[in-house]
């Protein structure tokens, strides 16, 4: 991020990947961005302060969440063409993915304004990368639709996939989710993961029959999911 003294300054909209549990995870490239950039866009200034205490850095926060991300996206740009940097960083993981922040980017790639990504934890390709299934091509589909027939059409279109398929999902629809893969999919190989790189970090390796006996034998669901469902031919 430091300009050459030589060369005018060329400020930039800097994606930041912060940890999606433990802070240990923060990349070193993150923390220096983090301590350089003028400003940082947060979507939630209250666990961004927490992730600025562990790396001993004070900034000015900024809030863009999803119900305001267009008209802060136009904030976050006129910054930028002031001579700021600004660091668009997310609860967890990466903007972007599953989280408020593509409307950001879209603008700022739109209107030329150079966007710089600085990789780290990402929570589907955590749980991807130790699933046992297979990651030569995958396909990521966000969260499952809420209601009951969009959801059993959402996982019948999963059935003609030729490649491992991952959703994310919370605890209250979590059970019915693994329900409605087993309905609609039959014996597929399911990998599930729960409060990755957490205290309570837990992981399922089965059938989805298997995966709904494991997910209902539990007294209390909490904390975010990933589901990842193999190929048709496993």
């Known amino acids: 991020m430091r300009p050459n003294k030589t060369m005018p300054r060329e400020c930039a909209l800097y994606v ?3 940890p999606i549990g433990n802070l240990g995870d923060i990349t070193l490239r993150a923390i220096e961005t983090l301590k350089e950039a003028d400003v940082i866009a947060a979507e939630d200034m209250r666990v961004t302060r927490k992730i600025l205490s562990h790396i001993g850095v004070s900034k000015q926060l900024i809030s863009y969440r999803e119900h305001n991300e267009e008209k802060q996206a136009k904030t976050i740009i006129s910054l930028i063409r002031q001579g700021k940097n600004v660091a668009l960083v997310s609860d967890a993981g990466t903007p972007g993915i599953s989280d408020p922040g593509f409307r950001v980017v879209k603008q700022a790639q739109e209107e030329g304004v150079r966007v710089v990504s600085i990789p780290g934890p990402s929570a589907l390709i955590a749980s991807l990368s130790i699933s046992g299934l297979p990651t030569d091509s995958f396909l990521f589909l966000g969260f499952p639709p809420r209601k009951a027939g969009q959801k059993k059409n959402f996982f019948r279109m999963v059935e003609a996939y030729e490649y491992t398929v991952i959703v994310y999902e919370s605890p209250f629809r979590v059970k019915n989710t693994l329900e409605v893969i ?14 990755l790189t957490k205290k309570f970090e837990e992981t399922f390796y089965g059938t989805a029959a298997e995966a709904v006996s494991w997910i ?4 209390a669901i909490k904390g975010e999911f990933v589901i990842l469902i193999g190929k048709n031919n496993l």
């Open 182 to 195: 087993r309905e609609t999919l039959g014996e597929r190989r399911v990998f599930v993961a729960r409060e």
């Open 216 to 219: 209902g034998g539990k007294d």
């Open 16 to 18: 930041v990947a912060t």
